[in-house]
Every structure is written in C-alpha cells, then in structure tokens.
C-alpha cells in the first residue's frame, strides 16, 4: 500500500498494522459493508477496499477526510469518506465489519482536544472518553453476524471494554494481543499513569490487543425479543 502523509495527520503505527491484520483475518460475506472509524490516513479503509467490499471512512478531522481520499485514489481503491463524529455521520446505517483505532491514551484532564495531534490520541484522564460510547453504540450499527475490531491497550482498562460490549450482547474475545515497552507518548505520561493506578508503579510496558466482538444470531434474537434489557 501507498501512503501519501498529510502533515497533521496521525501516521500508521505498529497497532495500525495489527489492526489490518486482524481484519484481513475476519471472514467477511461478499460485498460486505465494511466502516473504518477514526480512519485517520485511512489505511485500513483501503486495506479493507482492497478485498472487494464497500468501504465507509469516519474521521472528525478534515485532514484526516483529504489524506483518506487521497490516499484511496492513490491505492485505486474507494472509499466513502465523510466527516464526524464517531457514528453520527453513519446514524441509522448496519455493517459487516466495523474496525477502529480510537484515540485511547490517557490525558492530564477530562477536555478532548479540538484540533491539533493530540486529538489523534488524548481520551480522557481514563483514556475512554471515544471506548465507552464506541463499545455502548456498535451493535446498533451491526448486521446479525456482523463483528466489530477494536485496538485497545492495556492502560485503558480491557475488562470494561469487554463487559460494555457484552451488555450490548456482543460475543467478545481477544483476536490478537502484543506485549512490548511502552510507546513514546505512554512513556512521557508514565508518571501520571503510576499516579492514577491505570500502570503499575515501575512498569515499562503495555499489551497491545485487537478485541472483537460479534453480533451473533441469538444475540440478535434476544436484543429483538427484549429491546429494554439491551438499555438498562
Ligand atoms: C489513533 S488515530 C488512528 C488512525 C488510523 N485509524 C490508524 O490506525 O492509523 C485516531 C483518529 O481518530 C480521529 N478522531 C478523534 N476523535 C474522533 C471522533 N470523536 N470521531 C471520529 N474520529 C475521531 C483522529 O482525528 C485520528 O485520525
């Protein structure tokens, strides 16, 4: 794949990658739809357009939206783009596949960034501001059978993850997972990572994991028999 850099915009990283893997990995129908949330240069769009599907890219910044369409004419691929934010621009839409690399890392306050890169990665003193209203809304906007992909570090608390989705009556399990030192932006927070307990004191690394989960058929049978119980 060919990628030309927008300056402003997030450049692919080893978890990006991951993320391509882990979709080429998953079984796809053909003509899947297929919706890449927080697409930034918007590789894994075209990696996913690459394998004959019908692609949606979401991003809420507008250099994210040029590098995207640019680097999909680039690649011959393509790719819807539109701007927003996370599934407001695709409201009352269903896919077969929903891959997102959030911004996930832990901030010094609660204010997401309006502009700037740290909006490609600051979410909150927690770093869920984008993983908990990622994980409450996606199965509304799966098809039965249809999987959602999440890059998720171990900073940002798995566990939660996991429970959200499964309250939504996803399947949930770990696709893939890689422990390495911590990156350059984790390792300048590592202070304020000890201090707020989401990094054991001393600790100099973190699990990088693709999490899954699924839509299943009985799931959908349960959510259509008893909409409530999904809400509460
Ligand atoms: C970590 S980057 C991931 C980029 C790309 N998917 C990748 O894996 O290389 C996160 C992206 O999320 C975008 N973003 C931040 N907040 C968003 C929001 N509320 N809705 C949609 N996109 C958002 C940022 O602009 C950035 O491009």
Redesign the pocket.
Known sequence: MRLLHVPG?????S??WM??DAMRRQALPTGARVL??????????IAAARRDTAVTA????R??LLSVRLNAQLNGVRVRAL????F?AVRGERFDLI??????LPAKNDT?PARGRA???D?GRDGRA?LD?LCATAAAHLQPGGAILI?HSSVSDLTTTKRSLQATHLSVDIVAEHDGPLGPLLHERRDLLYDTGLLEPGAASERIAIIRGVRTQEATATATAAPAAATR
């Open positions: 915009v997030f450049q692919p990283r978890d990006t993320l391509i890449d949330l927080c697409t930034g240069s918007g590789a894994v769009a979401v991003d809420v910044s250099r994210a701007r927003g934010d996370l407001d891959v997102a690399n959030p911004p996930y997401l909006r490609a990665w979410a984008l209203p890059v």
